[in-house]
C-alpha cells in the first residue's frame, strides 16, 4: 500500500527510544521529514544518525515538554527547519506508581503534567500549520491502563483516560480542517523501559527478565508482548492518505488483554 508521506513533516516526542524511536523510523522510511524530541541529547543524537544513515531526514530538539515553553521550542525548531508540521506524534512521558492507599496527589500531577497537558499544548500549537493545508494527523500514544485501572497505576491510568477524552474532543474541533485525531493504546511492549521495570522485578522474584516476559505475554490471547515496530506500524497508516475516515477512534494494540466492550 503506498502511505502517501513522502516529504509530510512530522514531529515525534519522546522519540529517542522505544516506541517512539521506532515510529520515527518508521515515518522516515516513507520519506517523512521527522523532528525527535525528548529531554536528554545523546539518545536523541543516536536516533537522528541512524534515520541519516538510512537516508532520511531528522532533526533533534532536546527540550523539557513538561513545561509550555518545551513545546513551544519543539514545534518553532520544526517549522524553522521544515516550513511546518503535518503530522504530530504524542508519545512523551511515563508515569510513576504507587499504591492508591498512599499516593501522593502530586505523583498525579507529574504524570499529567508531563503527559496529558504535553499532549494538548502540542496539538494546539501544529493544528494552525496543518489547517493551512486542510491536512494533519495527530496520533497519541496511550495505554491500556485508561481503561483498566488498578490500585498501583492511578497516576498512569488518570493520564491515559484523559488523553482518550482529549482525542475525542480534539477531533470534533478540527475534523472539518481535513486533521484526523486519534490514540493508539499499546498493552506491555518490549522498550527499554518497560524491560527495566520488568528486570526490577525479575530481581526481586530471583527470576531471569526474559522468562518473565514470556510468561507475561504467555497469559495473553495473542501468547507474547508487543514489538515497538509493531506499534509504529499502525501509527505509520494512521499518519498516511489512505487512513482518511478514522476520527476520535482508539485503537488498542494489547495482545486481547482488554476485556470491556467497545
Same mark, same amino acid.
Given at each position: /500500500?503506498?502511505? $502517501?508521506?513522502?516529504?509530510?513533516?512530522?514531529?515525534?516526542?519522546?522519540? !529517542?527510544r522505544?516506541?517512539?524511536?521506532?515510529?520515527?523510523?518508521?515515518?522516515?522510511?516513507?520519506?517523512?521529514r521527522?523532528?525527535?524530541?525528548?529531554?536528554?541529547?545523546?539518545?536523541?543524537?543516536?536516533?537522528?544518525?541512524?534515520?541519516?544513515?538510512?537516508?532520511?531526514?531528522?532533526?533533534?530538539?532536546?527540550?523539557?515538554?513538561g513545561?509550555?515553553?518545551?513545546? =513551544?521550542?519543539?514545534?518553532?525548531?520544526?517549522?524553522?527547519?521544515?516550513?511546518?508540521?503535518?503530522?504530530?506524534?504524542?508519545?512523551? $512521558?511515563?508515569?510513576?506508581?504507587?499504591?492508591i492507599? &498512599?499516593?501522593?496527589?502530586?505523583?498525579?500531577d507529574?504524570?499529567? $503534567?508531563?503527559?496529558?497537558?504535553?499532549?494538548?499544548?502540542?496539538?494546539?500549537?501544529?493544528?494552525?500549520? /496543518?489547517?493551512?493545508?486542510?491536512? $494533519?494527523?495527530?496520533?497519541n500514544?496511550?495505554?491500556?491502563?485508561?481503561?483498566?485501572?488498578?490500585? =498501583?497505576?492511578?497516576?498512569? &491510568?488518570?493520564?491515559?483516560?484523559?488523553?482518550?477524552?482529549m482525542?475525542?474532543?480534539?477531533?470534533?474541533?478540527?475534523?472539518?480542517?481535513?486533521?484526523?485525531?486519534?490514540?493508539?493504546?499499546?498493552?506491555?511492549?518490549?522498550?527499554?523501559?518497560?524491560? !527495566?521495570?520488568?528486570?526490577?522485578?525479575?530481581?526481586?522474584?530471583g527470576?531471569?527478565?526474559?522468562?518473565?516476559? =514470556?510468561?507475561?505475554?504467555? =497469559?495473553?490471547?495473542?501468547?507474547?508482548?508487543?514489538?515497538?515496530?509493531?506499534?509504529?506500524?499502525?501509527?505509520?497508516?494512521?499518519? &498516511?492518505?489512505?487512513? &482518511?475516515?478514522?476520527?476520535? !477512534?482508539?485503537?488498542?494494540?494489547?495482545?486481547?488483554?482488554?476485556?470491556c466492550?467497545?
Amino acid at each position: /500500500m503506498e502511505l $502517501g508521506l513522502a516529504g509530510k513533516r512530522a514531529i515525534v516526542t519522546g522519540g !529517542s527510544r522505544g516506541i517512539g524511536r521506532c515510529c520515527a523510523l518508521a515515518l522516515a522510511r516513507e520519506g517523512v521529514r521527522v523532528c525527535v524530541t525528548a529531554r536528554n541529547r545523546d539518545p536523541l543524537d543516536r536516533t537522528v544518525e541512524e534515520i541519516h544513515a538510512k537516508g532520511g531526514e531528522c532533526h533533534a530538539v532536546a527540550t523539557d515538554l513538561g513545561t509550555p515553553e518545551g513545546c =513551544k521550542q519543539a514545534v518553532d525548531e520544526t517549522v524553522t527547519r521544515f516550513g511546518g508540521v503535518d503530522i504530530l506524534i504524542n508519545n512523551v $512521558g511515563a508515569a510513576r506508581g504507587g499504591d492508591i492507599l &498512599s499516593l501522593p496527589t502530586e505523583q498525579i500531577d507529574e504524570a499529567l $503534567g508531563l503527559k496529558t497537558y504535553s499532549y494538548l499544548r502540542m496539538a494546539q500549537r501544529v493544528i494552525p500549520y /496543518m489547517r493551512e493545508n486542510h491536512w $494533519g494527523r495527530i496520533i497519541n500514544i496511550g495505554g491500556g491502563a485508561g481503561s483498566s485501572p488498578d490500585r =498501583k497505576n492511578i497516576p498512569l &491510568s488518570l493520564a491515559n483516560v484523559a488523553i482518550l477524552n482529549m482525542t475525542r474532543a480534539l477531533s470534533d474541533a478540527v475534523s472539518g480542517d481535513g486533521i484526523l485525531v486519534n490514540t493508539v493504546c499499546p498493552g506491555l511492549t518490549n522498550t527499554e523501559r518497560a524491560r !527495566s521495570i520488568q528486570e526490577a522485578r525479575a530481581d526481586t522474584e530471583g527470576r531471569d527478565v526474559e522468562d518473565l516476559l =514470556k510468561e507475561i505475554g504467555g =497469559k495473553l490471547p495473542a501468547g507474547r508482548i508487543a514489538e515497538p515496530e509493531e506499534i509504529a506500524h499502525v501509527v505509520s497508516f494512521l499518519a &498516511s492518505e489512505p487512513c &482518511s475516515y478514522m476520527f476520535g !477512534s482508539s485503537i488498542y494494540m494489547d495482545g486481547g488483554e482488554r476485556r470491556c466492550t467497545p
